[in-house]
Nanobody
């Protein structure tokens, strides 16, 4: 069973930065993909970014150039560096991992960007 625990969310002013962390219970090197999604009430969960086991990254159009995903295999942790935050980035951010054919999700962390 894979467990993912997010941290680092909070309140920040527009233009500011935050770094989210996702600590995994297992070796993230064994995950075919990890990443971040976000969701606001009444809307579908949307892709923020993913990174594969080979290091390939994919970003949602709305965050390209502002957000960066990285991982520390030794710490089994995935990070999301968010810069130039906008009020529309306000959402619950969920950590994601794919292990074999199963998808796993963290409990989510709230990010609120004030204007």
């Amino acid at each position: 069973q894979v467990q993912l625990v997010e941290s680092g969310g909070g309140l920040v002013q527009a233009g500011g930065s935050l770094r989210l962390s996702c600590a995994a219970s297992g070796s993230i090197f064994s995950f075919s993909a990890t990443g971040w999604y976000r969701q606001v009430p009444g809307k579908q969960r949307e892709l923020v970014t993913t990174i594969t086991s080979t290091g390939s990254t994919n970003y949602g159009d709305s965050v390209k150039g502002r957000f960066t995903i990285s991982r520390d295999n030794a710490k089994n942790t995935v990070y999301l560096q968010m810069n130039s935050l906008k009020p529309e980035d306000t959402a619950v951010y969920y950590c994601y991992a794919r292990f074999y054919v199963n998808d796993y999700w963290g409990q989510g962390t709230q990010v609120t960007v004030s204007s």
